[in-house]
């Protein structure tokens, strides 16, 4: 068992890091706990339900607090359209697959990218999209996002691939199997079937196709 005397040390350093947060630290975590709270409540609530009062109450700070940083409900989602954007991009650029074999950075890879469409980023910017219907303010945060999609993919390919990096048909190859995860993922969403149980299947077919494009015997 741990004694207080142990913890009581640690507290205090822990009010120490605290008090030495300075107001501007103190107000950009504030910032990122409400955009993390909005990409909940939109996973969670969806698009319609998503408030300003219930962003709040997830974040933990008052109504007053979310004013201070986002005025209105089409502020704060603009906002979290960037915060998607920055974070989608981190968990793609910052993945290094291990396997020792060519095949096996593809499979890994591909499986990466479905656990990604499967997570709440993806879910949240679905909610995003169909907001653009009734709420035009949200129309120029989205655009761009496809484009931006193709240099982030463009970027990782020669770290992930270099065997292939020079190779015209990479690109469009990778680009074809995140559409087929969007589309997939897209039945769930609509509440036609189980993106997951269809999975397996797709991910041999896409391997398949990676091996037969690339026409590399590594990949088979």
Request: contains cysteine; hydrophobic residues 45%; proline residues 5%.
């Amino acid at each position: 068992m741990v004694s207080s005397a142990a913890i009581l040390p640690q507290m205090a350093g822990a009010k120490t890091e605290r008090a030495r947060r300075t107001q501007s630290e103190r107000s950009e975590a504030t910032r990122l706990a409400l955009l993390d709270a909005a990409v909940d409540c939109l996973v969670e609530l969806g698009y319609a339900r998503t408030t300003t009062r219930r962003v709040a109450a997830r974040a933990s700070v008052t109504p007053g607090a979310l004013q201070h940083h986002f005025s209105s409900k089409a502020e704060l989602l603009r906002a979290t359209v960037s915060h998607i954007r920055t974070l989608w991009a981190g968990e793609i650029l910052s993945f290094r697959p291990d396997a020792e074999s060519l095949k096996g950075r593809h499979e890994q890879l591909l499986d990466r990218m479905w656990s990604l469409y499967r997570g709440p980023l993806f879910r949240a910017m679905l909610e995003l999209s169909v907001g653009v219907r009734t709420d035009p303010a949200l129309a120029a945060p989205l655009a761009g996002a496809h484009e931006e999609m193709v240099r982030i993919t463009a970027a990782g390919i020669p770290i992930l691939f270099p065997e292939h990096a020079d190779r015209p048909e990479m690109l469009p190859l990778v680009l074809t199997g995140q559409a087929t995860m969007r589309g997939l993922v897209l039945i769930g969403h609509t509440g036609d079937g189980d993106p997951d149980a269809v999975w397996p299947a797709t991910r041999a077919h896409i391997l398949a196709l990676n091996a037969l494009v690339l026409d590399d015997d590594a990949l088979r």
